[in-house]
């Protein structure tokens, strides 16, 4: 008898069910639990890809100390707005929020997205905040802050609003720490640092209703086939007589959340000038401000939303200071 073959299923069932994302945000499910005072997380639009050359540092690579050329991906990351300070208590069935304090001065372009309150008396909340966190009710803190995309080249006036998780090593240090950045403008170089690895949020390019061979990978069936050549080649056995959710179909591809660990920030910059390549970037333009560089492809489109947020498991051994670049690529992307 001759060897059974083994071949790995085309596909990974891993993200089953591949359905559309319920809206173009990715949603943050876990934070990591560090006592670093600050912000864990910071968003932007995604503008496109450059190369550049810098020098190799990560130990026990073969190009060690030697300069290399890799891809990279430019985000824009206007200023974040703090509108809110959302307070939550621990049950059995998870963290459920008890209250929020709104900042006075919200930007007016914020009503495109809320109703704002006409009248509010922001002090009887913060009162009522600090009691709870006195009694012991308060087992974490969050902000809402919302993006500022007039600022960037994304064309549109209504900002996309994210909530995001204050570290620090107790509740009062962390509410101090809150209600100073209440109304105020949060930059990225606030929050990250040159080197630094964060993990990646994002929804990714939208593809549509796809057939089995592309959405799953499986083999083009023989010339001769009867039914048809892009398909499966059995739904599945007489017993048990259903089709099983594993078998290969026809559905939604793309426009999934998707998370990427460990991105090492390349650059963080003011000037957009300096990196922006001739003409601009495809679909997207010129990088009008802030920006974050980082190592290898984010998931999705060009003007997509990305969050960047401090790595869940950083990798043992991982370089932490700012790298070596030496050079940028600003060619036209145009072709020219």
């Given at each position: 008898m001759g060897?059974?073959?083994?071949?790995?299923k085309?596909?990974?069932?891993?993200?089953?069910?591949r359905?559309?994302?319920?809206?173009?945000?990715?949603q943050?499910?876990?934070?990591p639990?560090?006592?670093?005072?600050?912000?864990?997380?910071?968003?932007?639009y995604?503008?496109?890809?450059?190369?550049?050359?810098?020098?190799?540092?990560?130990?026990?690579?073969?190009?060690?100390?030697?300069?290399?050329?890799?891809?990279?991906?430019?985000?824009?990351?206007?200023?974040?707005?703090?509108?809110?300070?959302?307070?939550?208590?621990?049950?059995?069935?998870?963290?459920?929020?008890?209250?929020?304090?709104?900042?006075?001065?919200?930007?007016?372009?914020?009503?495109?997205?809320?109703?704002?309150?006409?009248k509010?008396?922001?002090?009887?909340?913060?009162?009522r905040?600090?009691?709870?966190i006195?009694?012991?009710?308060?087992?974490?803190?969050?902000?809402?802050a919302?993006?500022?995309?007039?600022?960037?080249?994304?064309?549109?006036?209504?900002?996309d609003?994210?909530?995001?998780?204050?570290?620090?090593?107790s509740?009062?240090?962390r509410?101090?720490?809150?209600?100073?950045?209440?109304?105020?403008?949060?930059?990225?170089?606030?929050?990250?640092k040159?080197?630094?690895?964060?993990?990646?949020?994002?929804i990714?390019?939208?593809?549509?209703?796809?057939?089995?061979?592309?959405?799953?990978?499986?083999?083009?069936?023989?010339r001769?086939?009867?039914?048809?050549?892009?398909?499966?080649?059995?739904?599945?056995?007489?017993?048990?007589?259903?089709?099983?959710?594993?078998?290969?179909?026809?559905?939604?591809?793309?426009?999934?959340?998707?998370?990427?660990?460990?991105?090492?920030?390349?650059?963080?910059?003011s000037?957009?000038?300096?990196?922006?390549?001739?003409g601009?970037?495809?679909?997207?333009?010129?990088?009008?401000?802030?920006f974050?560089?980082?190592?290898?492809?984010?998931?999705?489109?060009?003007?997509?939303?990305?969050q960047?947020?401090?790595?869940?498991?950083?990798?043992?051994?991982?370089?932490t200071?700012?790298?070596?670049?030496?050079y940028?690529?600003?060619?036209?992307?145009?072709?020219?």
């Open positions: 060897r059974r073959k083994h071949r790995p085309r596909g990974s069932l891993a993200y089953m069910p359905v559309r994302a319920p809206r173009p945000i990715a943050v499910r876990a934070w639990a560090e006592a670093r005072l600050g912000l864990q997380a910071i968003a932007g995604k503008a496109g890809m450059i190369n550049l050359f810098m020098i190799d540092d990560r130990k026990g690579s073969p190009t060690a100390g030697q300069e290399i050329n890799i891809p990279a991906t430019v985000i824009e990351t206007p200023p974040l707005v703090v509108c809110a300070i959302r307070l939550y208590n621990s049950s059995a069935m998870g963290l459920n929020a008890v209250t929020e304090v709104w900042a006075s001065e919200l930007p007016k372009e914020l009503s495109r997205a809320l109703n704002l309150p006409k509010y008396e922001a002090q009887k909340v913060i009162e905040a600090e009691a709870l006195k009694d012991g009710k308060v087992a974490d803190i969050r902000v809402i919302c993006t500022q995309p007039w600022a960037s080249n994304v064309p549109k006036r209504k900002p609003l994210l909530e995001i998780r204050v570290g620090g090593s509740v009062e240090e509410w101090n720490y809150s209600k100073s950045l209440l109304g105020k403008q949060v930059r990225v170089a606030d929050v990250f040159e080197g630094e690895f964060v993990d990646v949020l994002a990714t390019k939208g593809k549509g209703f796809q057939g089995p061979v592309k959405r799953w990978g499986i083999k083009i069936l023989p001769k086939s009867d039914e048809g050549r892009r398909q499966v080649g059995t739904l599945g056995p007489w017993s048990p007589a259903r089709v099983m959710w594993t078998v290969p179909a026809p559905g939604q591809m793309g426009y999934h959340q998707r998370t990427e660990f460990n991105k090492r920030i390349l650059k963080i910059g000037d957009g000038k300096k990196i922006t390549p001739s601009g970037f495809l679909r997207y333009g010129p990088i009008k401000g802030e974050v560089m980082l190592a290898g492809s984010v998931p999705g489109p060009t003007k997509r939303l990305v960047l947020r401090r790595p869940l498991r950083l990798p043992p051994g991982a370089p200071s700012p790298p070596s670049i030496t940028i690529s600003t060619g036209s992307h145009q072709g020219a």
